[in-house]
């Protein structure tokens, strides 16, 4: 069950669903930040939820969740894309209290925004946040949102992450059972966070779902994986324009950048500066660095 997703469909019925489970991934999160314990706990749902929101979608790129606020908590980042690779990171206060989603972040706001590999394309939705969790929070946009009755439950601790997703789909017309929608959603509201967490995917299945015809696919490595790299840093560097990078450079003898989701640092000094600004090497559009 490792850093896995797994998808599951109902064979009679238009509703089909995924549960993700991480530790290792959520690990190489920790590892390189000490966050407060109420802050791990989020952050810790957001990588899970960002998962199961990209099965939903049909995108060659990657989905950005961020969540910011005026709150002690303010702000968590997650991006993964279509080959379930994560990064995550989060800003807070030195001390966050125990609390609600809206006592951590206080008047906050939820973006999600598409990019496509290219970027040729790019989707983003504000919008305020509100609900007592992450998971109420994340539900009431869905369904606001989009037309697929889609819900969410959510849970991490300091080891683990572990998510579960249900969602209707467009009826086809051959629906047998008129109160399947809402079997199912009361079945999978049974789940405690703790089983959640515990639980292997199969026992899951079988826990909420042992009565319902389902068809379980082959489970799918999830994994950590920053995007950051030397390019993309000098990218930013160009798009400063040589006499700003210069200035910068002759107040502080050398350029250094550390990405803030891994820590990765990248140096640049006066000899890179000249060549990269010399080179007549078309560099790729891709500006963004977190």
């Avoid at 995108?59 to 969540?67: A, K, S």
Wanted: charge should be negative; charged fraction near 25%; glycine fraction near 4%.
């Amino acid at each position: 069950m490792r850093d896995t997703l797994q998808r599951f469909l109902f064979e009679e019925h238009p509703i089909r669903g995924s549960r993700v489970h991480l530790d290792a991934t959520w690990q190489a999160v920790l590892e390189r930040h000490d966050y407060p314990t109420p802050v791990k706990q989020l952050l810790g749902e957001l990588m899970s939820a960002a998962v199961l929101l990209t099965t939903t979608l049909k995108v060659q790129g990657r989905m950005i969740m961020q969540i910011q606020g005026t709150g002690p908590l303010k702000l968590l980042v997650v991006e993964c894309t279509n080959n379930l690779t994560l990064r995550a990171v989060a800003k807070s206060d030195d001390e966050v209290p125990s609390g609600s989603l809206t006592e951590l972040m206080g008047d906050g706001q939820l973006v999600i925004t598409l990019e496509t590999d290219r970027q040729q394309e790019r989707y983003q939705s504000i919008v305020e946040l509100s609900g007592n969790s992450l998971a109420e929070a994340l539900t009431q946009y869905l369904n606001q949102s989009d037309q697929l009755a889609t819900y969410l439950w959510l849970s991490a601790d300091q080891q683990q992450s572990s998510g579960l997703l249900i969602q209707r789909l467009p009826e086809t017309g051959l629906e047998k059972d008129e109160d399947a929608w809402n079997r199912i959603w009361q079945l999978s509201n049974t789940i405690t966070e703790d089983e959640l967490l515990q639980l292997s995917h199969e026992e899951l299945m079988h826990r909420l779902y042992h009565e319902e015809d389902v068809r379980v696919f082959e489970p799918e490595p999830v994994c950590f994986r920053c995007s950051c790299s030397r390019d993309r840093v000098a990218n930013m560097f160009m798009t400063l324009g040589y006499e700003e990078v210069k200035d910068m450079l002759r107040e502080q003898g050398k350029l250094e950048v550390a990405c803030e989701f891994c820590y990765h640092k990248y140096e640049f000094d006066e000899v890179d500066i000249e060549q990269l600004f010399a080179s007549d090497t078309p560099r790729p559009p891709d500006v963004h660095l977190h």
